[in-house]
C-alpha cells in the first residue's frame, strides 16, 4: 500500500502535521463514502462498535500460534468468526474455516463485520491499513509496542474516510458479553447484562467487570481503548456509543495518569448530563493517584511527565462534570446498583 503523501510544491513528506485534517491538497481516501470533513470518522462510526451475537469477524495472522489459540475460544465462546488472512496461505482450510491471502478477498466472500489484527507489532499497522482499505467496518488491534510513526500514519489514514472504526491498539479489545468476543479479554467473567465500560486499562476493566457480574448487573458492550498514545478509540467515543446504546443503562468509564482523554470525556459528560433529561449513571475512576508528583510514570502511552496534570485533576474534573468518582473498582457494582435504584 503506498504512504499518504503531501502532493504540494514541498518536499514530499509524510502528511502528519494534524491527526484531526488532512492536507487539503492531498485527495487519496481510503473510502468509497463521501467524506464530510467535520463528521466522517469521529462521529460517522461510532456505532461501528455496537457488536452483537450477528458480528461476523476474520482473523489476520490466522495461522499464527496466538491467533489459533485466541480463535479457539472465541469461537468455544459462540463468536461468529468466519475465517481469516495469512498472506501465501490462501485456498487453505484453518479450524475448519477458510483462509484468504488478503483482507479485501474476505469482504467479496465471507463478508466480515470487523476483523482482529493478530500480527506481531512491527507489521500491525501495515495490517491495519488493509482492513482499512478494504471497508472493513471494525478493527481491533492487540499489540503493543506499535511504533509511534506507524501509528501517526493509521491515524491520518483513519481521518480521511468514514468506512472504519479502530480500537486499540495495545488493548484487550471490546465485547459483548454472551454475543461476541473480539480480542484477548478473559472471557468467563463476563456477564451479558448493562452496564456499558470503556477504559484505558485492561485489567481494570475486569476488574470493572468482575464487581458488576457479582452485583448482578452484567455488561452490555465492554470496549478496551488500550494505553497508547494515539488509540483508535477514546473514551469520548465509548461514552458516545453508550449514551444511545439502548441495552446500556449505566456507564463506566476508566481512565489513567498522562494524557487528556479524561478532560475530554469530562467535558462530554458535563454537555450530556445538562441536556439529557434523564441521563444515565455514570461512576468513573482514574488510575494513578496515589503516583509522587515530579515523577514520569505510565506505561505504553498512558505517561505522566512533569508539569503535567495527573489523577487528582482528572477525577476532580470528572467529578465536576457529574460523575460518581470511586477509588476502586470493587466499589463500582454496588454503587451502580444504588445508582439504578436496585
Given at each position: 500500500?503506498?504512504?499518504?503523501?503531501?502532493?504540494?510544491?514541498?518536499?514530499?513528506?509524510?502528511?502528519?502535521?494534524?491527526?484531526?485534517?488532512?492536507?487539503?491538497s492531498c485527495t487519496r481516501q481510503y473510502s468509497t463514502k463521501p467524506v464530510r470533513r467535520s463528521l466522517s470518522y469521529d462521529y460517522d462510526t461510532i456505532q461501528n462498535l455496537h457488536i452483537?451475537?450477528?458480528?461476523?469477524?476474520?482473523?489476520?495472522?490466522?495461522?499464527?500460534?496466538?491467533?489459533?489459540?485466541?480463535?479457539?475460544?472465541?469461537?468455544?465462546?459462540?463468536?461468529?468468526?468466519?475465517?481469516?488472512?495469512?498472506?501465501?496461505?490462501?485456498?487453505?482450510?484453518?479450524?475448519?474455516?477458510?483462509?484468504?491471502?488478503?483482507?479485501?478477498?474476505?469482504?467479496?466472500?465471507?463478508?466480515?463485520?470487523?476483523?482482529?489484527?493478530?500480527?506481531?507489532?512491527?507489521?500491525?499497522?501495515?495490517?491495519?491499513?488493509?482492513?482499512?482499505?478494504?471497508?472493513?467496518?471494525?478493527?481491533?488491534?492487540?499489540?503493543?509496542?506499535?511504533?509511534?510513526?506507524?501509528?501517526?500514519?493509521?491515524?491520518?489514514?483513519?481521518?480521511?474516510?468514514?468506512?472504519?472504526?479502530?480500537?486499540?491498539?495495545?488493548?484487550?479489545?471490546?465485547?459483548?458479553?454472551?454475543?461476541?468476543?473480539?480480542?484477548?479479554?478473559?472471557?468467563?467473567?463476563?456477564?451479558?447484562?448493562?452496564?456499558?465500560?470503556?477504559?484505558?486499562?485492561?485489567?481494570?476493566?475486569?476488574?470493572?467487570?468482575?464487581?458488576?457480574?457479582?452485583?448482578?448487573?452484567?455488561?452490555?458492550?465492554?470496549?478496551?481503548?488500550?494505553?497508547?498514545?494515539?488509540?483508535?478509540?477514546?473514551?469520548?467515543?465509548?461514552?458516545?456509543?453508550?449514551?444511545?446504546?439502548?441495552?446500556?443503562?449505566?456507564?463506566?468509564?476508566?481512565?489513567?495518569?498522562?494524557?487528556?482523554?479524561?478532560?475530554?470525556?469530562?467535558?462530554?459528560?458535563?454537555?450530556?448530563?445538562?441536556?439529557?433529561?434523564?441521563?444515565?449513571?455514570?461512576?468513573?475512576?482514574?488510575?494513578?493517584?496515589?503516583?509522587?508528583?515530579?515523577?514520569?510514570?505510565?506505561?505504553?502511552?498512558?505517561?505522566?511527565?512533569?508539569?503535567?496534570?495527573?489523577?487528582?485533576?482528572?477525577?476532580?474534573?470528572?467529578?465536576?462534570?457529574?460523575?460518581?468518582?470511586?477509588?476502586?473498582?470493587?466499589?463500582?457494582?454496588?454503587?451502580?446498583?444504588?445508582?439504578?435504584?436496585?
Amino acid at each position: 500500500m503506498q504512504l499518504p503523501l503531501c502532493t504540494t510544491s514541498a518536499p514530499r513528506v509524510l502528511h502528519l502535521s494534524s491527526l484531526g485534517r488532512s492536507c487539503r491538497s492531498c485527495t487519496r481516501q481510503y473510502s468509497t463514502k463521501p467524506v464530510r470533513r467535520s463528521l466522517s470518522y469521529d462521529y460517522d462510526t461510532i456505532q461501528n462498535l455496537h457488536i452483537d451475537s450477528n458480528t461476523r469477524f476474520i482473523y489476520q495472522g490466522f495461522t499464527s500460534k496466538a491467533a489459533t489459540s485466541n480463535a479457539k475460544d472465541t469461537i468455544e465462546y459462540g463468536t461468529k468468526v468466519v475465517g481469516g488472512v495469512s498472506p501465501g496461505k490462501g485456498g487453505s482450510t484453518h479450524l475448519n474455516l477458510p483462509v484468504f491471502n488478503t483482507v479485501r478477498e474476505t469482504m467479496t466472500t465471507v463478508k466480515p463485520h470487523a476483523s482482529v489484527v493478530f500480527v506481531p507489532a512491527a507489521f500491525a499497522a501495515k495490517a491495519t491499513e488493509e482492513a482499512i482499505e478494504a471497508e472493513i467496518p471494525l478493527v481491533v488491534s492487540v499489540a503493543e509496542h506499535i511504533p509511534v510513526l506507524d501509528m501517526l500514519r493509521v491515524q491520518d489514514i483513519l481521518r480521511t474516510q468514514s468506512k472504519t472504526r479502530l480500537v486499540g491498539p495495545n488493548c484487550p479489545g471490546i465485547i459483548a458479553p454472551g454475543q461476541c468476543r473480539i480480542g484477548i479479554m478473559p472471557y468467563k467473567q463476563y456477564m451479558k447484562g448493562n452496564i456499558g465500560i470503556v477504559s484505558k486499562s485492561g485489567t481494570l476493566s475486569y476488574e470493572a467487570v468482575g464487581a458488576t457480574t457479582n452485583a448482578g448487573l452484567g455488561q452490555s458492550i465492554v470496549c478496551g481503548m488500550g494505553g497508547d498514545m494515539l488509540p483508535g478509540t477514546s473514551l469520548v467515543d465509548g461514552l458516545r456509543l453508550f449514551f444511545t446504546h439502548e441495552q446500556t443503562e449505566g456507564i463506566i468509564v476508566i481512565g489513567e495518569i498522562g494524557g487528556r482523554a479524561e478532560f475530554d470525556a469530562a467535558d462530554l459528560i458535563k454537555e450530556y448530563i445538562a441536556s439529557t433529561p434523564n441521563p444515565k449513571p455514570i461512576i468513573a475512576m482514574v488510575a494513578g493517584r496515589t503516583a509522587p508528583p515530579g515523577k514520569t510514570m505510565g506505561h505504553a502511552g498512558a505517561l505522566l511527565s512533569p508539569g503535567e496534570f495527573g489523577a487528582e485533576a482528572k477525577a476532580q474534573a470528572l467529578a465536576a462534570a457529574g460523575a460518581i468518582v470511586v477509588e476502586h473498582p470493587g466499589l463500582m457494582g454496588p454503587k451502580m446498583r444504588s445508582l439504578l435504584g436496585m
